[in-house]
C-alpha cells in the first residue's frame, strides 16, 4: 500500500512540473514571436526608408549628371549676381579677345572681365545706333551700363510733361538700341532745376520729374514697340543736378531725361551661352 501510494505521489509531482514548465515554455514562445513580428516590422520599416533614400540618391546623381553635361563639369558664382558655366566662360573669353589689351590687363577677377565683356557688347550696340553726341545729348558707358542724358528742350516744351514732335528721332534711335539686345533693361529719369512749379496738373518738381519719364516710357513701348517688362519709370526732381541752379545756363544742365540701360546679366549669359 505504501508503495502504491509512493508511486502516485511520485506521478501528480511530476505532472505538475510538467505542467509548469510547459506554461513557462508557451510564455516564452509567445514572446520569442512578438519580438520576431517586432524585428519583421523594423525590418521592413527601414528596406522602405533605404528605398526612398535611394532613390533621392539616384535623382541627385541624374542632377548632377546632367549639370556636368549642360555646364562643361563646373560653374562659377560671380559676386553673388550670376552663375556661368564653363562654356560660358569660354563664349566670354572669345569676346574679351576684341577688348582694348590696356583695359583687359586692368581684369583681375571674373567679375572684372564680366563687366569687360558686357560693356564691348553695349558699345558694339551704341556705336551701330547713330546716335550721335552733342551739347543736348550725352553718352556714358560705366561699366556695364550705360547713360544718356537728353536735355529736356530736345524732348519737352518748357514746364511740360508732353513730349514734342522733336522727340520722336532721338526715341526712334533709342527704341532701335533697345530692340537689339534682348538682354537690357532701361530705366528712364526725369530730372527737373531747382524752381518750383504748381499747376492744375503738375503739383511740384517731383510730380513734373515723374510724369516725363512715365510720358518717354509710354511712348516707346506705344509707338516704338519696346516690351514694357523692360522698362522703369522714375522721377528725380530737383535732387541730383549736375550743376549748382545759380544760372540759366547751369539750370538748363539739370533739366534733363537720363536714360540708363542695364543688362540683365541673366539673359546676357543665357545669349551668351547660346552664340555659336
Not at 115 to 128: C, F, M, P
Amino acid at each position: 500500500m505504501k508503495k502504491i501510494l509512493i508511486v502516485l505521489l511520485s506521478i501528480l509531482t511530476f505532472s505538475c512540473v510538467s505542467k509548469k514548465k510547459y506554461l513557462a515554455l508557451q510564455q516564452e514562445n509567445g514572446e520569442i514571436k512578438s519580438e520576431l513580428q517586432k524585428t519583421r516590422v523594423a525590418k521592413e520599416d527601414l528596406e522602405a526608408k533605404f528605398e526612398k533614400i535611394q532613390t533621392r540618391v539616384d535623382n541627385y546623381n541624374k542632377k548632377i549628371a546632367s549639370l556636368k553635361d549642360e555646364n562643361n563639369s563646373k560653374l562659377d558664382v560671380v559676386d553673388h549676381v550670376a552663375v556661368i558655366s564653363e562654356d560660358t566662360k569660354f563664349k566670354m573669353r572669345e569676346t574679351l579677345k576684341h577688348v582694348d589689351a590696356e583695359k583687359l590687363n586692368q581684369a583681375k577677377t571674373l567679375k572684372d572681365s564680366m563687366n569687360l565683356a558686357v560693356a564691348y557688347n553695349l558699345e558694339k550696340v551704341i556705336s551701330k545706333s547713330e546716335l550721335n553726341e552733342d551739347d543736348d545729348f550725352a553718352v556714358n558707358i560705366d561699366g556695364t551700363v550705360v547713360m544718356i542724358s537728353i536735355a529736356d528742350n530736345m524732348l519737352f516744351n518748357t514746364a511740360s510733361y508732353k513730349l514734342s514732335s522733336k522727340a520722336d528721332p532721338i526715341l526712334q534711335k533709342l527704341a532701335d538700341v533697345i530692340n537689339s539686345e534682348p538682354s537690357l533693361d532701361v530705366m528712364v529719369e526725369g530730372h527737373t532745376d531747382s524752381r518750383t512749379i504748381n499747376t492744375v496738373n503738375i503739383a511740384d518738381n517731383w510730380d513734373l520729374s515723374v510724369l516725363r519719364a512715365t510720358s518717354v516710357v509710354r511712348k516707346l513701348q506705344e509707338k516704338y514697340n519696346v516690351a514694357p517688362e523692360k522698362l522703369i519709370a522714375a522721377g528725380r526732381s530737383s535732387y541730383q543736378p549736375l550743376a549748382e541752379n545759380d544760372s540759366k545756363e547751369n539750370r538748363a544742365k539739370n533739366r534733363r531725361t537720363r536714360i540708363i540701360i542695364l543688362p540683365n546679366l541673366d539673359k546676357f549669359f543665357a545669349l551668351m551661352g547660346d552664340e555659336s
